[in-house]
Structures are given as C-alpha cells and as structure tokens.
C-alpha cells in the first residue's frame, strides 16, 4: 500500500493497470503469484512527493494467488471527527466504520489528525492484534499512554496486548499520526530480493518466475 500525504504519483504494472493519486489517495497491490510495478513522481502536478508505503503479509495459502491492483483517491477514504480530532480511516475497521482498502489478513490503517492541546483515547479492535503509532507530524512531544514521548519521525510498537490508548498533544500547533497494525504475519518470513514468502524454496521459484518472465514485463525487465 503506497499512502500519500503530499503530492502525486503515478502506477504502471505488468498486468497494464495505471493508476494515479494525490494527497490522502492510496494505492492497493496484491503481489501474489508475482507482478512487476513502478511509480513515478507527477512532478507537474507537485514539485513534492511524501508518503507511506507498507508491505501486508498475505496468508501462506494465498500467496501465490492472482496479482492485483487498485488506485483509491483522497474522497473514497472514511474520514469523521470526534472531540476536536479528525480521523482518517484507510484500511481495517474503527468506531463501527470500514475502511475501504481490502486486506486478506485483519488490520488497521488510520491517519489521525490533533488540533492544537488535544487528545484521543481509541479503543484497539483487538489486543489479539500487533499495533504501532508513527509520528506523521509534530512540533512537539506526542505523549503515548502518558509514558512515551515520541518526536516527529518516530515511531513505536505498542506492547502485546494493549487494549486502548491515548494520545496527546501539549503544543497549540497542529500534530498528524498515523495508527497501524493487525493480526500477526504467518510465519516464517522469508526475506529474498523483492519477495517475501514462506520458504526458500518458494524464493527460487519466484526468482526462477521473474528470470523467465512468468511475472510479465515492464520498461525490458527483466531483460
């Protein structure tokens, strides 16, 4: 998932899907059995290009199922506001809502947005689950669960079983987080070149895939 915070870009992949987003515009792609991909700054529409891109494990049984592609702008998120604090819902469910990015495995993706001296307390989903808090933007502290402090840039992970949080701003300047996490990945993970899967002998197949072309191509690649 490729989430934009500021600018735009643009997708092109083997399977002939293009697809571009601005700012708060998300971009959802199921490698599967294997699909070659790039994307490029629009510098025409934005000398600037700042985002999140996050990798989501697959269940070890669809690993190698169809690749697929899908580009969601800013206006398809869920967004809402509660006691001065604004939410942006991106994948995963929260307070009764659904985001709109499909994962195949339960997790969470919300960017959250504090006005000046402000707080939040969510409630996670499930404390089954793995989350974490990246600062987005501060020029402050962000206090977490009153005995972390965090600075722009930061992120933690929040102890296993964490059932709620809360969050806080002591500055009068505006902050951004962004709330991630799910159900843990299968294991094991194999870390191989541009894959990740279940074993090294699923590796090799997927370099072997790639070599031949089985993926596709994109621009002479593979060559």
Not at 154 to 168: A, E, Q
Request: glycine content about 12%.
């Amino acid at each position: 998932m490729t989430y934009l915070l500021d600018g735009a870009n643009e997708h092109t992949d083997s399977l002939g899907n293009v697809g571009q987003i601005g700012a708060g515009g998300a971009q959802w792609m199921t490698a599967g059995s294997g699909i070659l991909h790039t994307e490029r700054n629009l510098l025409d529409r934005s000398p600037v290009m700042h985002g999140l891109q996050i990798w989501a494990r697959l269940p070890v049984a669809e690993q190698d199922a169809a690749p697929d592609y899908r580009a969601y702008q800013s206006e398809e998120m869920i967004e809402w506001t509660e006691n001065s604090v604004r939410y942006r819902l991106i994948a995963g469910e929260m307070s009764g809502r659904h985001g709109p990015l499909p994962l195949a495995i339960p997790s969470l993706m919300v960017h959250v947005f504090l006005s000046g001296s402000s707080s939040f307390n969510i409630t996670l989903p499930d404390i089954e689950h793995q989350y974490g808090i990246y600062v987005v933007h501060s020029n402050d502290q962000i206090k977490v669960n009153n005995t972390q402090s965090l600075a722009q840039g930061d992120m933690v992970r929040l102890p296993n079983g964490t059932h709620s949080i809360k969050v806080g701003v002591s500055d009068d300047r505006p902050a951004e987080l962004f709330l991630l996490g799910g159900e843990p990945a299968p294991q094991p993970l194999v870390f191989g070149g541009g894959f990740v899967l279940d074993s090294e002998q699923a590796i090799r197949d997927a370099n072997h895939r790639f070599q031949t072309g089985e993926m596709g191509t994109l621009d002479g690649v593979p060559f």
